[in-house]
């Protein structure tokens, strides 16, 4: 059932990341209308807000694009970075308005940052005990409860962080449209496809959340089966 679980949403999440990856090959081609690159819409979307403490660098590989809280970089990939499409707009918007969120001490966002510790350990604490699953066998290997009631609380943690990523995802994006619309960065069509891709970016974490619950939950109805 457990491996069931996790299959499903592998294949859930490659069918997503296949239409979020097409989406962006699609909105890559072609100049952007106001010809501005990823590089300095991040950075006018900065100054539009007055924030002057944040470095909008570049970084190798695809969809590596992030905000780093910790040393307030906007880190773009490069083809982000450089790139003057649809693709490179909504992103480098989106990662900024990671920015803007810290900026405005956005409370989902301060709650995932502080998360981040525990939600470390916990995922290292489930990855050796799915390991020792594939090895010795799930059923024997959780025979006790308290190992088992302590895979639920470090189940808990990464669930929790999920759901709450999802607040935090959807606000950047719904600040990036908002902002890309007034400033007139994308407009018609172009602001339409911006939406998408942001949508398609959006529906990976909401595929991540399903699976963190449905593994929860899991869990928890073998903690109860052994209770009865």
Known sequence: ???????????????????????????????????LSGREIAEKMLRDNRINDVNVISVKGQLTDHYNPTDKTINLS???????????????????GHAVQH?????????????????????KFMHYILLGGMFIGFSYMMYLDKVLLAVIIAQSLLALFSLITLPVEIDASQRALAWLNSSQITRGEEHDKAANALKW??????VAALSSIAMLLYFVMQFAGRRD
């Open 78 to 96: 490069e083809e982000v970075y450089h790139g003057r499409s649809i693709a490179a707009a909504a992103v480098a918007a989106h990662e900024t």
């Open 1 to 35: 059932m457990m491996w069931l679980i996790i299959i499903l949403f592998m294949l859930l999440g490659m069918v997503v990341s296949g239409q979020l990856k097409r989406r962006f090959r699609e909105y890559s081609r072609g100049m952007l209308s106001s010809g």
């Open 201 to 206: 970016a959006g529906m990976t974490y909401v």
């Open 103 to 123: 900026a405005t001490d956005y409370a989902f966002l301060k709650l995932r940052s502080s998360l981040v510790p525990v939600v470390s350990i916990s995922s």
